[in-house]
Every structure is written in structure tokens, then in C-alpha cells.
């Protein structure tokens, strides 16, 4: 039984890995292309000029003033483990 490969067969099947190989690389490695965002800060803005301000957290967020966790020492004039307090000039 023969057990050589035909040198035709060998460069068929390296053409089809690479042709492969060459494809799955460029549709994941593909570029998006980039679009920026063209207005949608309107409605941001209208509502910080009426409240003042640009994000609200969720309630259910703990505050600094009730998570005493961590941070500085309430000893160094924090609230909670925060310091809130701004520098003296």
C-alpha cells in the first residue's frame, strides 16, 4: 500500500487551511468602522440646566453617610469613614 501523499494533494489542502485560515481572521478581526454619535445630548442638557445636575444615582445605592465601611477615619472629620470636608486655605 502506497503511503506517500501526492505533492498536489499536499498544496490543495495548505491552500484551503490558509484561504481558511485568512477568512475566519478577517471576519473576527474585521473593523467596525466608527460612528460617532451625532446629537441625543439635548435631552441631558435641558434637564441639567432645570435641576442642576448631570446624574442622580439610584436610591438603592448605599450613600457614603450610611456605609461606615471604609475609607478615611472618622476622627479626621469624615462622615461614615468618609472626609467630606474641604481643605482649609
Given amino acids: 500500500m502506497k503511503k506517500e ?7 490543495v489542502a495548505i491552500a484551503v487551511v490558509g484561504i481558511a485560515a ?3 481572521g478577517f471576519t473576527v478581526l474585521k473593523p467596525t468602522g466608527f460612528q460617532s454619535q451625532k446629537g441625543g445630548g439635548e435631552a441631558q442638557m435641558d434637564h441639567y440646566k432645570k435641576t442642576g445636575e448631570f446624574y442622580k444615582p439610584p ?7 450610611t456605609n461606615p465601611g471604609g475609607g478615611a477615619s472618622t476622627a479626621s472629620g469624615g462622615v461614615g469613614g468618609y472626609n ?3 481643605p482649609d486655605h
Fill in 5 to 11: 501523499l501526492s505533492p498536489a494533494v499536499f498544496w
Fill in 22 to 24: 485568512v477568512a475566519i
Fill in 59 to 65: 436610591v438603592t445605592l448605599p450613600s457614603p453617610s
Fill in 84 to 86: 467630606l470636608k474641604p
